[in-house]
């Protein structure tokens, strides 16, 4: 889980990961290249990002939905709903955008839209975010059976997300001082133990640690690096 104040970068970490912004410092690399010498479709490919205002395209629900994986049967997309708790008809007409649907109910089609994709790696920017309370339990419900057996980064500040995380860390916008930190010298790569949080107290980090200890997690499925 990765939780800090407003513009200490959180967002700009996944647009990293996703090869949307590049670093101005050091270098993502995945299996040993240069993220931005990468096939980035290929990569993306195995990635379900849900992002913080997630803009839902297609006529239907149903369209919406399949849009993660477009040559997904009825069966699946209807599937994918269930597990989202989607509680809107998949024939729904959503609006410009998903004007249709309430702001709980797109955040779920774009949920179930991530699930559809069914990929290795998840990135979700505030999934939780602005949502009344209703929503937000029904998609940290629908998070805690989907993500097992997934690597996920997991940006937010809902104590109920951070619980379903292995690990949780802030991000700060300036270098933190290394004495304050509990696990400043995790090496890149190694797989920390998991921690169940009931009041979730994430480390304390600036922004290069942030993206080697994602990273670090991430490399366990995909091996990516940070130099």
């Known amino acids: 889980g990765l939780t800090g104040?407003?513009?200490?970068?959180?967002?700009?970490?996944?647009?990293?990961?996703?090869?949307?912004?590049?670093?101005?410092?050091?270098?993502?690399?995945?299996?040993?290249?240069?993220?931005?010498?990468c096939d980035l479709d290929a990569w993306r490919a195995g990635i379900a990002w849900l992002p913080q205002n997630?803009?839902?395209?297609?006529?239907?629900?149903?369209?919406?939905?399949?849009?993660?994986?477009?040559?997904?049967?009825?069966?699946?997309?209807?599937?994918?709903a269930r597990r989202a708790g989607l509680d809107v008809p998949l024939d729904t007409a959503i609006g410009e955008g998903g004007a249709a649907l309430s702001g709980g109910q797109a955040?779920?089609?774009?949920?179930?839209?991530?699930?559809?994709?069914?990929?290795?790696?998840?990135l979700l920017d505030e999934p939780t975010e602005h949502l009344d309370i209703a929503s937000e339990q029904a998609i940290t419900a629908a998070l805690r059976t989907w993500l097992p057996?997934?690597?996920?980064?997991?940006?937010?500040h809902r104590p109920a997300l951070l619980e379903l995380c292995d690990r949780n860390v802030r991000l700060d916008a300036s270098p933190p001082d290394p004495a304050a930190v509990g696990r400043f010298d995790t090496p890149v790569g190694t797989?920390?133990?998991?921690?169940?949080?009931?009041?979730?107290?994430?480390?304390?980090?600036?922004?290069?640690?942030?993206?080697a200890i994602v990273l670090g997690a991430?490399?366990?499925?995909?091996?990516?690096?940070?130099?």
């Not at 006529?59 to 040559?71: C, F, K, S």
């Not at 991430?218 to 130099?227: E, I, M």
């Open 5 to 37: 104040s407003s513009g200490a970068g959180k967002s700009t970490l996944i647009h990293l990961l996703l090869g949307m912004d590049q670093p101005t410092d050091g270098r993502i690399t995945v299996g040993g290249t240069d993220l931005r010498d």
């Open 54 to 80: 997630p803009r839902l395209t297609g006529d239907t629900v149903t369209e919406a939905i399949r849009l993660g994986a477009p040559d997904a049967s009825d069966e699946d997309v209807a599937h994918a």
């Open 107 to 122: 955040r779920r089609v774009a949920l179930a839209r991530a699930i559809l994709r069914d990929a290795p790696i998840v």
């Open 149 to 156: 057996g997934r690597t996920a980064l997991v940006v937010t």
């Open 191 to 211: 797989e920390p133990p998991a921690t169940a949080l009931a009041e979730p107290e994430p480390e304390r980090i600036g922004r290069r640690l942030a993206v």
């Open 218 to 227: 991430v490399a366990a499925l995909c091996s990516v690096g940070l130099a």
